[in-house]
Structure formats: C-alpha cells, structure tokens
C-alpha cells in the first residue's frame, strides 16, 4: 500500500467504527427503556474510565500525581465528554440513533467553520483540509 503505512489499520477502523456507532443504538434502547440522559452520560463517563484505569494498570503507566493537571483533565472531561453525553442522550429521545451519529459526525466540519470563522492563525491548507 504506502510506504510506513501499517496494513492492519483498516481492522482497527472497523472496530473503532462498530465500537463508536454501536453507542448511538445503546444510547437509544437506554433512554427508551427509561434511563434518565443524565444517567446515559453519567455511566459512559465511567466505564471510559475504568477503561483508563484498566489500561494504566496493564501498561503499568501512572497517573499524573499533579493536582493542575487533574484540574485540566477534569475540565477537558466536562467539556468534550461530559457535557456532549449528555446532549447526545437528550437529543435521543427525541431523534433516532442514526440522525444522531450523522450529527455526530459533523463535528469536523463544525470544527472547520469554527476555525475559519475566529482563529486567523489556523489556515486550512489542502492536506488539512483531506484530512476531514
């Protein structure tokens, strides 16, 4: 294929992708099943993770012990997880799995507008601009 380019990424792709779709339908069969969004959200974040924890213990990597970084991460966590989980699984219970994995999935192209729109220092180049 291409020169220093892995031939198993496409397995992994696959994977990722049954993984990451497969939420929307287990976000839509909780929430109709009577699941509250806020408990939707509340255990994704938590299986995410003892899924970090998991993976620390097995690569025997430590979690930073610095009280600014875990304020950052908490942070980070609220806004790019907490928060959309939530939002996702509202949005389901009124909107089918599938029209919210298409919104999902316009997050680059958001992403785009929002760069061109306020960060004169990011400008797209043709490359950047394939890798959407």
Do not use: Q
């Amino acid at each position: 294929m291409f020169k220093g380019v892995r031939s198993s990424w496409v397995a992994e792709f696959v994977v990722l992708s049954a993984i990451w779709g497969g939420s929307f339908a287990l976000i839509k069969v909780a929430v109709d099943g009577g699941v509250a969004p806020l408990w939707v959200a509340l255990w994704r974040c938590l299986f995410g993770a003892l899924t970090l924890w998991i993976l620390c213990l097995a690569t025997r990597t430590a979690p930073s012990g610095d009280r600014r970084v875990w304020g950052h991460a908490v942070v980070v966590a609220l806004l790019f997880n907490a928060v959309p989980f939530a939002l996702f699984a509202y949005g389901e219970t009124h909107i089918s799995s599938v029209l919210a994995g298409v919104w999902n999935a316009t997050t680059p192209l958001a992403t785009l507008v929002f760069v061109l729109a306020l960060v004169r220092a990011e400008r797209p180049t043709v490359r950047r601009l394939l890798g959407l």
